[in-house]
DNA sequence: ACAACATATCAGTGAGGAATGATATGGACC
DNA sequence: GGTCCATATCATTCCTCACTGATATGTTGT
């Protein structure tokens, strides 16, 4: 009943939620280690390597899919292995490639925001 | 079998399309469109109303929607009636609350990148 | 305790996006 | 044709994120 400033209560509106979780995804960087993680659980080292980005940003990566909740993390020895939180984030991956069929030609050209 | 740098003839690997394509959802102002198209198609002048954004900013965004393909526009007298390009979308939208409903918290409480 | 590996943290830098304000284009009606 | 309304475009400014490099913390084995 009220769309633009619904929700004022839980401290951000439901746009707002979902424009932050969105923004865990926007990130090619991140995108690979969830990609990577959606095969099976990895420790940072195992990432590192597979996605040919450096330790630090890694970390730094990791931290806020941590903080997101959109990866857990279990110390295995001296390695923390990372795996994904919830069968529903490869769910949303794979309706962005469903939805990626359709646009895909677009989202390329789009020069905008959102790009390049 | 190449995770790294694969479908590079297609200009952008997979990776690089889908953080392009959550970019286009990952903020306030396009989402708030997006919302308001999923009810009903809607004029510019009708959107700038309901989403509180200047009309600059809400054509900038439209712009920036049409281009990636989100929605599609006709002409309807001297307005230009907008509306979403795909059922995909609202599926995706509902995907992405359906994952807030577990990530909620912590995604607000992220800090590092993707937030504020 | 020490060495070697694994991971996290932090400051600094650079680039790109989001909003604004002013202006331009374009259709409709008198 | 001219005015009004609807929409698009452009330059500028500000802000935030992504990466780097160096360093700190932590764990295992000897």
Sequence with gaps: MDHVVADRNTGATAIERRAKLFRGFADP???AILDAL???PLAVHEIVTRTELSQ???SNHLRCLLDCGLVAS????RFIRYRISSPRITALLNDVDALL???A???EACDNYCGE
């Design 29 to 31: 960087s991140r995108l």
């Design 38 to 40: 959606c095969e099976a």
């Design 56 to 58: 630090s940003n890694v």
């Design 74 to 77: 279990d110390r295995d020895g």
């Design 101 to 103: 069929d359709v646009v």
């Design 105 to 107: 030609e677009g989202v």
